[in-house]
C-alpha cells in the first residue's frame, strides 16, 4: 500500500462520514474520525489479501472509489433537489457526474489500467448502470417509511447505487479494464 492509496482511503472515508453524519443525532464528529480510519484499515487488509487475490485487491479500490462516487451521487442529487423540487432527471445527472469521478478513480486507481481507448465500453457499462440505478432509486423510494423524506431519499440513492454496483464490477472488470 503506498502513500496515494492512504490517501485515497482517507479522502474516501471522509466523504462517507459527510453522508453518515446525517444519520446520526449528536456526536457526528466520530463518524469523521472513525470511517478514514476504517477506510485505511480495509484497504490494507485487501491489499495483503489481494497479493495472492488479484479480484480481492480490486474489488477493494472499487469500492472505495464507488463510495466517493456514491457520496458526489447524493450530495449533487441533494443540491438540485434542493434548487427544484423532486425529478427523475436531476437523479440522472448526479449519477453522470458520480461517473465521471468514478471513471478516473476506477482507470487510475482500482483496475490501474493506464492505456486509453476505454471510455467508450466504460459509458456503455455505466449507461446500463444508469438505467439499473434510475429504477431501483425510483422504486425503493416509494416504499413508505416511518422516517424522514431526506433520510429516505438518501438511503434509497445509497440501495440503488448498491445494487449498480455489482452491475458496474463485474463489467468493469470483465469488459472495460480486462487484463
Known amino acids: 500500500m503506498n502513500k496515494k492509496d492512504i490517501f485515497f482511503a482517507i479522502i474516501c472515508g471522509l466523504a462517507v462520514a459527510w453522508v453518515a453524519a446525517d444519520f446520526i443525532g449528536g456526536y457526528e464528529w466520530i463518524v469523521f474520525v472513525i470511517l478514514p480510519l476504517l477506510s485505511v484499515i480495509g484497504l490494507w487488509l485487501v491489499d495483503l489479501i489481494g497479493r495472492k487475490f488479484l479480484f480481492v485487491h480490486q474489488a477493494g479500490k472499487f469500492a472505495l472509489a464507488g463510495a466517493l ?31 465521471g469521478i468514478k471513471y478516473w478513480a476506477n482507470k487510475h486507481w482500482a483496475f490501474e489500467k493506464h492505456e486509453g481507448g ?16 434510475v429504477m431501483a432509486f425510483y ?6 417509511t416511518g422516517i424522514t423524506v431526506k433520510l429516505w431519499v438518501e438511503l434509497s440513492i445509497i440501495l440503488a447505487a448498491l445494487i449498480t454496483a455489482v452491475w458496474n464490477f463485474i463489467g468493469y472488470k470483465f469488459l ?4
Not at 447524493?74 to 440522472?92: D, E, N, Y
Not at 422504486?139 to 413508505?144: D, L, V
Request: proline share 2%.
Open 69 to 99: 462516487a456514491d457520496v458526489i451521487d447524493i450530495k449533487v442529487f441533494q443540491l438540485l433537489f434542493w434548487l427544484v423540487p423532486f425529478s427523475l432527471f436531476f437523479k440522472g445527472v448526479s449519477f453522470l457526474v458520480a461517473t
Open 118 to 133: 476505454q471510455i467508450a465500453q466504460f459509458f456503455l457499462v455505466t449507461l446500463v448502470g444508469l438505467a439499473i440505478d
Open 139 to 144: 422504486f425503493i423510494s416509494r416504499i413508505s
Open 176 to 179: 472495460v479494464f480486462k487484463k
